[in-house]
């Protein structure tokens, strides 16, 4: 193993250590509250493994996220719990294939806005079948599933995806992504098969979304499409991930962090003017943090040695 | 049947078009990516609202009130909120970033002023709902006054897009602001004026719609979203193509619900959306730079 | 050493932490009882939880906390109220809900709104053995949901009282030769509409009636003129709308507009709000939908005239009688049982008779018993039909005059 990835593994394995205990601390209200998190976490750091390095926008992160929910809700009470993960995994790795591979000439804002609309197809599809073949709207979730469990499937499925990320970042696949995502054209003249590794790195990314909804799911009781495909997640996801950086591999997790807290914060204080209050306090940090958190980070640790001469350069 | 399902489909287009042209200029000139659209448009719904059931004005009256106050309105939101975001970034794509986190946080703001305002609770007013036979098929005025608008919108802000030396400025924008520059063109006045011209258009929607729809404090995402499908189906910054992006969903949506199945028409509306999207990836009247 | 940007970052989530939890302490002398709920205040959900959830609950705390406080014992002791914003996610209110429960340590919940809101947060009510008397949730399975988690009521009961109760009113008019065989049926493809749709299929079908139009219609359809044009082409008796409020207007409307007078007209979820009747005016006449009240029940006058004096706005005339009815069983099983221990107060829950503005009832079925379930405008009042047992219950006036032009008052 290199030295590199020695530092990020270790410092991944003690704080995996650390996290794993804390459903035996926490309280059933700070449980709910780290699974919300470590949710999201897993959610805009799988969004960032694809639209980091490529650049290519996505809203669909909710048709993975709601294809992982449903595979449970058909699939929750048939098969023993391990063949559901397969499943959902298998169903959100095709949809993400075909999407994939249809969505490869578009650019910029027209696959933001192209992946938005296949979500609300697929929602729009699931509700027309369930209403006209199933006869009724919602489904129900009855597995025996503890917030504990829920909590240690979210880490486990957060670890492989860091793991997974950082590996990507080292190999030759996440070498040619980065001279995508600087000029796809250039890529394409170095001999790069530029439809094969974004086809490749979209569908990685979607498996991880749609394990997360398949875990989620047991949470819920009952499920239907404005539940399981709501587009306020895939909204959230883009926003926390942004602010976080999606360079770096931690980018995300500084924005879900901070950002998680504080819409509880605000929810849970001023349940009357939260609309406004996260509005303003949203507008003050796009303001003042014009690169996200890791930008944040990057500009301190530049100011702390004035003499480089990139810290002049940036300010 | 078939006119009827004609006539409902180009009302209903006319509706969408008209509720999208303001974005398409915010976005397509000003290269603001404005989430808080759909807000401002049900601002304008709420005080068309106030002014019929408080006031007794009527919509059509208000219009005169409304779109130029959202207009200096949205003038002073793009030069005093939006123009440090401008200022600061390179690129383009950043400032697509960074509009799109701005926004989010003013549609924040805005819904929940009209949330502590007005509740959840849904506002209805009627006015001109009045039937209007054409051609042996019965419409609503105040749905084809919305039509009517949408197409005076479309057609005037194309005119005077293509015809006039104004016109020609902000498009000389839209398609490169730093060449826009070098001909000396107040770059940054014309990218407030397309924002401000954009937010009058949305605002103007919002009274007309407010004739018809039902509507509460949480359903400006709603027209936000529908406006985005049209406008990028459309061609960003074309409004002459969100008109025709508009009519063609209107269309498709009620020649499926009358010949089909009324529960397919909104996955009818997106199947045509990606359709047309795989087809042309720059929408239907979209420039094939990125 | 940690360097500069690693301790600054660290103090600002230790801060933020530290703010998050140390404002959720409880102050839990108990000088006063605490409630909490978590409900819809934003996102899509609000609509409806604003009409018939909120101003029930502001209504119900102002009363208690203005006649000295619930009576404990031997104490009165003032409701003190924790209220949070699940944001119409069901994510955000089973988590709110183990916050109230767990952080603020509150002595009794109240539910959110909605069906599937209801249905996510049951689970957690039970684990905590909070009883839960959700009463703007209509559901086929409530009486297995009872079963599943015993503390839970499903007062506004299943979506076959409403489709029967219809239909057995359909069925005599027909026997009595003044409709047809033909129904005109849409329904919004959502919890509420499908299983409202569902069940009347099957009563429909039962009772042999014809469906001769049955369509579902997306949540979010902003034209509903070629549902009604269709309809209308049909030319049936009975026009039938499982409808949420937005198109409840919408299909009202479009009727008025295309001349379509079926000799029943009937549409869903709004059409009892105060909203549909100020927005229609006197063409509201004759419109039938879920619910009603009893006009002549003097509990129900008083009520409707509190709601207005303490919230400013008419209450809706079918779930939100329900809910307050479910905060008037809580209030009284907390009085019989003298306590605030949840399981005393839930075996009062289930064993009680009470009186609310509903009545005299118990909850033995875990549904409120004899509901009004078909109600109609009638000289400007919406009033219940059926069941026909009920006290208060009018007849049925056949058939609903034509639409008037330009009747609307605003």
Not at chain 3, 131 to 156: C, D, I, M, Q
Request: aromatic share 10%; proline share 4%; net charge positive.
């Amino acid at each position: 193993m290199n030295a590199p990835l020695r530092i990020p593994l270790i410092v991944g394995a003690a704080m995996l250590a650390v996290l794993a205990g804390v459903p035996l601390v926490a309280d059933g209200y700070g449980l709910s509250l780290a699974i919300n998190i470590l949710n999201y976490a897993v959610l805009a750091t799988a969004w960032a493994m694809f639209s980091g390095p490529t650049r290519y926008v996505s809203l669909a992160t909710v048709a993975f996220f709601g294809i992982g929910a449903y595979t449970v809700a058909v699939l929750g009470e048939a098969l023993p719990w391990p063949a559901v993960l397969a499943a959902a995994a298998l169903v959100g790795l095709v949809v993400a294939i075909v999407v994939g591979l249809s969505t490869l000439r578009l650019a910029g804002v027209y696959f933001v806005i192209f992946t938005f609309g296949l979500t609300e197809l697929i929602r729009q599809l699931v509700t027309w079948y369930e209403v006209n073949v199933s006869n009724s709207i919602g489904r129900y979730v009855f597995l025996d599933i503890s917030q504990e469990q829920i909590y240690w499937q979210l880490l486990a499925l957060g670890a492989v995806l860091f793991l997974a990320t950082l590996l990507l970042g080292r190999s030759r696949l996440g070498f040619a992504l980065r001279i995508i995502g600087a000029d796809e054209t250039v890529a394409r003249h170095c001999g790069i098969d530029t439809t094969r590794a974004k086809v490749l790195l979209f569908a990685l990314s979607a498996v991880f979304m749609t394990l997360s909804g398949a875990i989620m799911a047991p949470r819920w009781t009952y499920i239907d499409p404005a539940i399981a495909f709501n587009p306020v997640m895939s909204f959230q996801v883009l926003i926390m991930a942004l602010l976080g950086g999606v360079q770096r591999l931690y980018g995300p997790l500084l924005g879900v962090v901070p950002l998680a807290l504080l819409f509880e914060y605000l929810g849970a204080n001023f349940p009357n003017h939260y609309s406004i209050l996260l509005g303003a306090v949203f507008m003050i940090i796009v303001y003042l943090l014009p690169n996200g958190v890791v930008g944040l980070a990057r500009r301190l640790r530049k100011a702390d040695r004035p003499a480089s001469p990139a810290a002049k350069e940036a300010s | 049947m078939f006119i009827d399902a004609l006539f409902s489909g180009i009302t209903l287009g006319g509706m969408y078009a008209l509720v999208a042209m303001g974005l398409t200029l915010q976005y397509g000139v000003s290269r603001i990516m404005n989430l808080a659209y759909g807000e401002f448009l049900v601002a304008a719904a709420f005080c068309a609202y106030l002014l019929m059931t408080g006031l007794h004005v009527t919509p059509l009256w208000g219009l005169l009130l409304i779109v130029p106050i959202a207009f200096a309105l949205n003038w002073l939101v793009y030069r005093f909120l939006l123009t440090p975001l401008v200022k600061r970034t390179r690129t383009r794509a950043a400032l697509e970033v960074d509009s799109i986190l701005a926004t989010f946080g003013l549609l924040f703001i805005v819904q929940g002023v009209m949330q502590v305002t007005f509740g959840g609770n849904y506002y209805s007013y009627s006015y001109l709902n009045e039937p209007v036979r054409i051609l042996d098929s019965v419409l609503a005025l105040n749905r084809l006054l919305a039509l009517g608008f949408a197409a005076v919108f479309g057609i005037g802000f194309y005119l005077a897009l293509t015809r006039t030396r104004l016109g020609t400025a902000i498009r000389a924008v839209a398609v490169d602001p730093v060449a826009a520059r070098l001909v000396a063109i107040d770059v940054r006045w014309a990218s407030a004026l397309a924002f401000a011209a954009g937010g009058a258009l949305a605002a103007g929607g919002g009274v007309l719609v407010s004739m018809f729809l039902t509507f509460n404090a949480n359903m400006g995402v709603i027209f936000t979203m529908k406006a985005l499908i049209v406008i990028i189906m459309g061609g960003v910054g074309n409004v002459l193509g969100a008109l025709v992006a508009g009519l063609l969903l209107g269309l498709a949506e009620s020649f499926i619900a009358t010949y089909v199945d009324p529960g397919l028409t909104i996955a009818v509306t997106y199947g045509v959306f990606l359709l047309v999207l795989l087809v042309r990836p720059t929408g239907l009247f979209g420039r094939a730079a990125r | 050493m940690l360097t500069s940007p690693l301790k600054s970052l660290r103090l600002l989530g230790a801060a933020t932490a530290l703010s998050a939890f140390s404002l959720a302490l409880p102050a839990h002398a108990q000088d006063a009882v605490t409630i909490g709920y978590a409900i819809s205040k934003t996102g899509v959900n609000a609509g409806g939880a604003g009409i018939t959830t909120i101003p029930n609950y502001k209504l119900w705390v102002h009363e208690v906390n203005q006649a000295g406080g619930l009576k404990v014992g031997a104490k009165r002791l003032p409701i003190k109220v924790v209220e949070y914003d699940d944001r119409s996610s069901s994510e955000d209110a089973v988590r709110a809900v183990e916050r109230l429960i767990t952080q603020d340590k509150v002595d009794f919940l109240l539910p959110p709104w909605s069906t599937a809101m209801n249905l996510a947060v049951a689970p957690t009510f039970h684990r905590y053995g909070y009883p839960l008397l959700a009463g703007s949730a209509v559901t086929e399975r409530a009486p297995e949901f009872a079963k599943r988690w015993p503390n839970s009521y499903w007062l506004l009961g299943t979506g076959s009282q409403y489709a029967e109760a219809l239909v057995d009113q359909l069925a005599g008019l027909r026997k009595a030769g003044k409709i047809g065989d033909a129904i005109a049926m849409v329904s919004i493809a959502d919890g509420f509409g499908i299983e409202l749709a569902t069940a009347a299929r099957a009563a429909f079908q039962k009772a042999g009636f014809k469906l001769a139009y049955a369509k579902t219609y997306p949540v979010g359809t902003q034209d509903l003129a070629p549902i009604v044009n269709e309809a209308k082409k049909l030319n049936p008796d009975v026009f039938i709308a499982f409808s949420y409020p937005p198109d409840t207007m919408a299909i009202t409307d479009q009727a008025r507009v295309l001349g379509f007078n079926p000799k029943v007209f009937y549409t869903g979820v709004g059409t009892a709000f105060p909203l549909y009747k100020n927005r229609f005016g006197a063409n509201v006449e004759g419109v039938a939908s879920l619910g009603g009240i009893d006009a002549s029940s003097p509990a129900v006058k008083a009520y409707i005239q509190r709601h207005k004096e303490v919230t400013g706005a008419e209450p809706d005339r079918w779930a939100s009688l329900v809910t307050y009815a479910g905060l008037q069983v809580l209030q009284q099983a907390i009085e019989k049982a003298g306590t605030l221990d949840r399981k005393a107060v839930s075996a009062k829950i289930a064993n009680e008779e009470f009186d609310t503005i509903l009545g005299r009832i118990n909850l033995k079925n875990h549904m409120v018993p004899n509901m009004l379930t078909l109600g109609q405008w009638q000289n400007g009042e919406f009033v219940g039909i059926e069941p026909a047992s009920h006290a208060g219950a009018a007849k049925l006036v056949f058939p609903k005059s034509a639409w008037q032009a330009g009747a609307a008052s605003r």
